[in-house]
């Protein structure tokens, strides 16, 4: 019944009430009722709400969702849950862009050395610490990523050295390599 008055309250002025009240079976005294109805404290909050999160979602350039709103609206005083904020932008259409993790990767062009391919992808070794291989990985967390450098030993698929970092850089590498060396003290003629 709600959703006629709110069509008949859509078209009023384009329509005669008198012949629309009969084809929708709804009451004419009930129209007017609802019509001039004041709105109810709950559909006044959602108001209020609704408008705060749409400036707050606005504030952020749409990167921020239900969570983060929440989070927002909790620090300056409006107790509202999550659940509810999500409900109010869907209705509102609002959705947060998503965003994409962007790899990154070392600058190929920069002062890297090249240097000759001893291995030849024959990934065999006569005794241990004769030939280490390195590799570098990043993992995703709640607080960012890390990334993680490791060297093996090729005789015995052993991890002889690893470092952890949030950022890439040298000293990652650097870092992983003084360790290996450290517990494995290899001889000269060692292939990384």
């Known amino acids: 019944q709600v959703k006629r008055f709110e069509f008949l309250l859509k078209h009023h002025g384009k329509i005669k ?15 007017y009722e609802y019509m001039h109805r004041r709105p109810s404290k709950q559909q006044v909050e ?4 609704s408008e705060k999160i749409k400036a707050v979602f606005h504030e952020h350039k749409g990167r921020y969702g239900a969570v983060r ?10 107790m509202t849950n999550t659940k509810r904020v999500g409900k109010l932008m869907h209705l509102m259409g609002l959705y ?12 190929r062009k920069g002062a890297s050395l090249s240097r000759p391919n001893l291995i030849n992808q024959i990934f065999k070794a ?4 004769k030939v280490w291989l390195g590799d570098m990985t990043y993992i995703p967390t709640k607080e960012g990523t890390l990334y993680l450098a490791v060297n093996i ?3 015995s698929r052993k991890i002889v050295g690893w470092s952890m970092s949030s950022r890439m850089q ?3 590498v650097r870092d992983c390599f003084l360790q290996a060396c450290g517990k494995e003290h290899p001889q000269p003629g060692l292939i990384v």
């Open 17 to 31: 009430i008198k012949h629309a009240v009969k084809v929708l079976k709804v009451s004419r005294s009930g129209f």
């Open 46 to 49: 959602r108001e209020i709400l």
């Open 69 to 78: 709103i929440t989070k927002v609206l909790h620090n300056t005083g409006i």
């Open 96 to 107: 947060a862009k998503g965003s994409r993790y962007r790899y990154k990767h070392y600058n």
């Open 126 to 129: 006569t005794a241990p610490n």
């Open 153 to 155: 030993d090729v005789f």
């Open 170 to 172: 040298d000293k990652l």
